[in-house]
């Protein structure tokens, strides 16, 4: 049984810091790519970031470039998402994805999902 686990939400002030976890069980991911998507209230989800298990390839949602980073830990199963420079905007569910996407920010073609996780930015 696939299960994917976020963890690593909470509250921060604008300009500040959090670091997202994804701990992915279940299968092999090593073809996978796994992505961040997030959801605020009264909006679609929408892509934020994207790696490649394998190779390590990244790509960004141009909204979070620069001030997010995603990688992997092969040893742990684990993607994380480093945010830095946060802003109220950036408050929302914050959702951990796996699959084989042709189109990488197109959530629909992501097979599996973890739960989410709540960050929240005042300002």
């Known amino acids: 049984q696939v299960q994917l686990v976020e963890s690593g939400g909470g509250l921060v002030q604008a300009g500040g810091s959090l670091r997202l976890s994804c701990a992915a069980s279940?299968?092999?991911?090593?073809?996978?790519?796994m992505g961040w998507f997030r959801q605020a209230p009264g909006k679609e989800r929408e892509f934020v970031a994207v790696i490649t298990w394998s190779i390590g390839n990244t790509y960004y949602a141009d909204s979070v470039k620069g001030r997010f980073t995603i990688s992997r830990d092969n040893a742990k199963n684990t993607v994380y998402l480093q945010m830095n420079s946060l802003k109220p905007e950036d408050t929302a569910v914050y959702y951990c994805a796996a699959g084989s996407p042709y189109r990488v920010a197109t959530r629909h073609e992501y097979e599996y999902w973890g739960q989410g996780t709540q960050v929240t930015v005042s300002s």
């Open positions: 279940g299968r092999t991911f090593s073809g996978y790519r």
